[in-house]
């Protein structure tokens, strides 16, 4: 079975500083890994995701996140962040050989305050 | 590519009574996934659907149940609603092995 730890519950950062957003797995099979972003009263959106390759995936507005699988982790990063960034996070993971469901974090709330 | 959609968008039902929500997959896609999102939560597996059967199912309770049609849509089926079936339904589509598109959800109230 997986599961998905995401670290930091709320995260309040200042317009135009970088941001992580830190995410742990848990699996003893291989995964994809997720991150995706949820808007106040809108659906969830992809940010980026890892399959396979490099370790570095770049994603949608600006972010990127790296897969580390000796330390479990795929963190979120972003050099430097907006107001319109304000959102829910999720990191979520699926197994690679059972593209079943997905397990989701319970996710981190940045506020990007001016 | 209208992409994911789902309907209604938003739902207010009493407890004890039955609710059908749906869900039409992004086009070329021939999987359904529903999950809940309760608020301040993360989403929770219900069940996904492939082929008109349902290949996996979630922690949830026989109560929610669903469909497939020939034409890949879905609906996601709540009997007996309790208040803590209150939440945000997502529904995701795909192909069998591949990523997961998300439609903006039914927010259902039970009240």
């Known amino acids: 079975a997986q599961s998905v730890t995401q670290l930091d519950s709320q995260v309040p950062v200042f317009e135009e500083a970088p941001v992580e957003l830190r995410c742990n797995y848990s699996?003893?099979?291989?995964?994809?890994l997720f991150w995706y972003v949820q808007y106040p009263n809108q659906g969830l959106q992809l940010l980026l995701k890892?399959?396979?390759?490099s370790t570095l995936v770049k994603g949608i507005n600006g972010f990127e996140a790296e897969f580390n699988k000796s330390q479990t982790s795929f963190h979120l990063r972003k050099p430097s962040v907006h107001i319109s960034d304000t959102a829910e996070y999720f990191c979520?993971?699926?197994?690679?050989?059972?593209?079943?469901?997905?397990?989701w974090g319970l996710g981190t709330s940045l506020a990007v305050n001016p | 590519d209208a992409g994911v959609t789902q309907s209604p968008t938003h739902l207010i039902k009493t407890r004890g009574q039955q609710v059908t929500l749906r869900c039409s997959p992004k086009?070329?896609?021939?999987?359904v996934s529903w999950y809940q999102q309760a608020l301040g939560q993360g989403p929770q597996f219900i069940f996904q659907?492939?082929?008109?059967?349902?290949?996996q199912r979630g922690n949830f309770p026989d109560r929610f149940s669903g469909h497939q049609f020939p034409n890949y849509s879905s609906e996601l089926n709540v009997n007996a609603l309790l208040l803590g079936d209150s939440a945000l339904y997502l529904c995701?589509?795909?192909?069998?092995?591949?990523?997961?598109?998300f439609g903006p959800g039914t927010r259902l109230t039970v009240t």
């Open positions: 659907y492939y082929e008109e059967e349902e290949r």
């Open positions: 699996s003893s099979v291989s995964v994809y």
């Open positions: 086009s070329g896609h021939d999987t």
């Open positions: 979520a993971v699926i197994n690679a050989g059972n593209n079943r469901k997905l397990i």
């Open positions: 995701a589509s795909s192909l069998v092995a591949g990523e997961q598109y």
């Open positions: 890892y399959l396979s390759g």
